[in-house]
């Protein structure tokens, strides 16, 4: 089961997220980052990638695009909150923009 | 060259659209509609099936995707305003999404 993240967990879990350029969102319990690419199509190939992460770990961002710019916020549904699974989709988003 | 298109235009162009769900956006000259779909692979293939229509034709959509919703927003940047590329991107949504 997903299990929203302790208080514990959460400091190890998130710092790297943080170093990485994401931060809390004010008022969820969620994090958020700004993905920024060459044009459009590097954007939306991005998206395409995670995408495909997303529909196989039946775990989907809150996104959005404009031309370059992809703004992502991930929580947990479910568990109303932040859960490992974030952090999982959060790490695999940056592995495929690196 | 793409302009801006003119009160007469907008009139002919624009009504088909309302009747399609689409709605002009407040203080702005933009067109939006929100699409709903089955499920994430289904609103996430429509996406990735108009990516390839806006690039094509060099013009991109304002969009942000949860799960199985779509919001789009048409404008066209270069004119400030609605052009005849948001009226021929718009129809291509919808035929798609048809």
């Keep these: 089961m ?6 514990e967990t959460r400091k ?9 350029g994401w931060s809390m969102v004010d008022d969820r319990d ?9 044009d459009f199509a590097d954007a939306f190939g ?3 990638r995670a995408a495909i992460w997303a529909e196989k770990w039946g775990h989907h ?5 404009t031309y370059n ?9 479910d568990v109303d909150g932040l859960s490992a699974l974030d952090v999982k989709l959060a ?3 940056d592995g495929l923009a690196g």
Excluded: C, G
């Design 2 to 7: 997903t299990e929203k993240l302790s208080e």
């Design 12 to 20: 190890t879990l998130l710092q790297p997220l943080y170093d990485m």
């Design 30 to 38: 969620a994090i958020a980052k700004t993905f920024k690419f060459a």
């Design 46 to 48: 991005w998206m395409t």
């Design 61 to 65: 961002p809150e996104w959005d695009n």
């Design 69 to 77: 710019t992809v703004n992502v916020v991930l929580t947990t549904h």
């Design 91 to 93: 790490r695999k988003m």
